[in-house]
Nanobody, 116 residues
């Protein structure tokens, strides 16, 4: 069982920045692929960014050049740095740990609202 706790979501103005954090329990964090998803009201959950245990990165086209995913294995933490935020980035952001090909765990989500 892996528990994930996200933090860092809040209300921010368009053009602003936020950094989300996700802390994982247990000792296997460095072996997991980690990802950030988001779900806006009335829409399906979508993959925003991911990072493998080897450091390979993926970004959705909608966030490329604005968001940066990173990980600190010594702290069991994955981050999502979000810059140049837009109203369309408003969503609940979820952290996911891919432990094996058949097992993954999700956090409870953190709300990001971009509005003036």
């Amino acid at each position: 069982q892996v528990q994930l706790v996200e933090s860092g979501g809040e209300l921010v103005q368009p053009g602003g920045s936020l950094r989300l954090s996700c802390v994982a329990s247990g000792s296997g964090f460095s072996t997991y692929a980690m990802a950030w998803y988001r779900q806006a009201a009335g829409k399906q959950r979508e993959l925003v960014a991911s990072i493998t245990n080897g450091g390979s990165l993926y970004y959705a086209n909608s966030v490329k050049d604005r968001f940066t995913i990173s990980r600190a294995n010594a702290k069991n933490t994955v981050y999502l740095q979000m810059n140049s935020l837009k109203p369309e980035d408003t969503a609940v952001y979820y952290c996911k740990a891919q432990v094996t090909s058949l097992r993954d765990y999700w956090g409870q989500g953190t709300q990001v609202t971009v509005s003036s």
